[in-house]
């Protein structure tokens, strides 16, 4: 049970309060950002040697990760300790945070078990960049931006469906519109939906454009309207971000108000204890000196 307990606290995200688990998180995080680096560096043209070093330190990344993971779940009744021991090792293998952690194994192991024809060994590769989403423990920015989006979950979801049906108005309108004159490129009502995407994020790459005036016209009143589109996911992120900050300064300053109110509480009901016991030891002191 110690040694359990000892983990759970090394490889929770540190708190200022154990060397260990500060230095747990750090290799973590160093292991993290040194597995995006493979995965990108190996897109290039490396000698055998670099890459054998890169599978090297790949495969060392991934043996870390699973250790990790497996303690986190031996661990995980501390974690969940109004449930048992069975139900919290449950409930957090089918929590995000785990989900993640398996994603980032996965592509390590599964060649092991199973053939290269039943493996898209590219797309493999690719899901070990997921890895990034576990610096969500340990570093505050990224913590606060995940609980903003579940906080906001509903007004994201909402502005994405108000972005989807602008998109599928905007095809309409524009099949509608430039068809006539541009049959080969706005086919129908969806061959537009690209040229939708590229003028409501504002990106407009060029390569889809209407040459009619109505045409024009409404690509127009559609750029705008795509302004406003991109906008409002933006300033809900901001201001579930405002909140999520003024609201963990409000409960760190209402901490310090809190250890400084029973800072003073202590000083007030034991002042006379702490008065009298300065008093003897300046008396022994004093009777010590004398005495020599």
């Known amino acids: 049970m110690n040694i359990r307990w000892r983990l759970f ?6 708190n200022g309060t154990s060397v260990l688990s500060r230095v747990f998180d750090r290799m973590i995080t160093g292991l993290i950002l040194a597995s995006v680096i493979i995965v990108f560096a190996s897109t290039f043209d490396l000698s ?3 890459l054998g070093v890169l599978s090297l330190l790949e495969g060392v990344a991934s043996v870390v990760f699973t250790v990790e993971y497996a303690l986190r779940i031996a661990t995980a009744d501390f974690l969940y300790p109004e449930c048992g021991k069975f139900r919290s090792r449950i ?7 785990a989900l993640v952690d398996l ?19 590219r797309a493999l590769r690719l899901v070990r960049l997921l890895r990034i989403l576990k610096l969500n423990r ?29 998109m599928l108005i905007s095809s309409l309108l524009m099949y509608s519109a430039e068809h006539e004159s541009q049959p080969e490129v706005f086919r129908n009502a969806f061959s ?16 889809i454009y209407p040459v009619t005036a ?79």
């Open 9 to 14: 606290e090394i490889i929770q995200p540190d």
């Open 91 to 97: 409930k957090y293998v089918v929590s995000p945070m």
């Open 214 to 292: 109505l045409g024009r016209l409404v690509g127009a009143f559609i750029a705008f309207s795509g302004l406003a589109a991109v906008a409002i996911p933006t300033g809900i992120i901001s201001s579930g971000l405002t909140e999520t900050m003024t609201c963990k300064k409000e409960k760190k300053d209402t901490k310090k108000e809190f250890k400084e109110q029973q800072l003073d509480c202590i000083l007030r009901n034991h002042g006379e204890l702490l008065k009298d016991i300065s008093e003897k030891i300046d008396e022994l002191l004093h009777n010590k000196r004398t005495s020599t």
């Open 192 to 207: 537009g939906l690209w040229w939708a995407v590229a003028t409501l994020t504002t990106v407009g790459y060029g390569d």
């Open 138 to 166: 340990y570093f505050d920015a990224v913590k606060s931006l995940g609980e903003v989006i579940v906080a906001k979950k509903r007004e994201l979801l909402g502005s994405m469906f108000f972005v989807a049906i602008l």
């Open 103 to 121: 994603v980032a194994i996965l592509p390590f192991w599964l060649p092991m078990f199973l053939p290269a024809t039943m493996l898209g060994l």
């Open 48 to 50: 055998p040697r670099v």
